[in-house]
């Protein structure tokens, strides 16, 4: 696990800056009238990732997280078990958007994250889960316009658009 880590985070913050280069070929700042620009979004989502990459790679030095102290030099059969069980649950969530759409996908997908993988309680799920399709329904639909695919749950957007647009 300790070299998987590194190659990882080695990875990720390549794979960061490459996006946050990437990303500058669009506006990346605020568009008068618009909104944030195309690069906006991804500049960041990219400078966010690369911190926490680095942070990863600083870990991995000192030794402070659980996969750097371990003496596997890839992947256990615990790692591979929530690699299998979390790129299972992405994999469906991506798949839920064509059907009930971006903002229940998440909803759905953090349900099974939060309770099923992280084994927290359904008050603590649920107060998580629940108000995520409505805050980022208002903030990407409604306060940014930038619309989230709806899937087969487009007319009840429809009335939602009508009642905030």
């Known amino acids: 696990m300790r070299r998987a880590e590194l190659i990882t985070g080695i990875l ?25 620009g195309g690069g906006f979004w991804p500049f960041w989502l990219a400078a966010f990732m ?10 991995w030095f000192r030794r402070s997280s659980p996969p750097s102290q371990s003496d596997e030099p890839y992947m256990d ?3 591979l078990k929530m690699f299998i ?9 991506i798949g839920l958007v064509e059907i009930i759409g ?17 084994g927290h309680n359904w008050k ?24 989230l695919p709806t899937g087969l749950m487009d007319p009840l957007y429809i009335v939602l658009y009508d009642i905030f647009l």
Do not use: C, Q
């Not at 996006?19 to 605020?30: I, N, Q, Y």
């Not at 971006?102 to 992280?118: E, K, N, W």
């Open 102 to 118: 971006m903002h229940l996908a998440a909803a759905v997908f953090l349900i099974y994250y939060i309770r099923f993988l992280g």
């Open 12 to 36: 990720m913050a390549a794979l960061s800056a490459y996006l946050m280069h990437k990303s500058t070929e669009l506006p990346v700042g605020w568009i008068s009238g618009e909104g944030p």
């Open 77 to 79: 059969a615990y790692a």
């Open 50 to 59: 690369l911190l926490s990459s680095i942070w990863v790679i600083v870990n």
């Open 85 to 93: 069980l979390v790129g299972g649950g992405v994999t469906a969530m």
């Open 124 to 147: 603590t799920t649920l107060s998580i889960a629940l108000p995520t399709p409505v805050i980022t329904f208002l903030f990407f639909d409604v306060a940014l316009n930038k619309f």
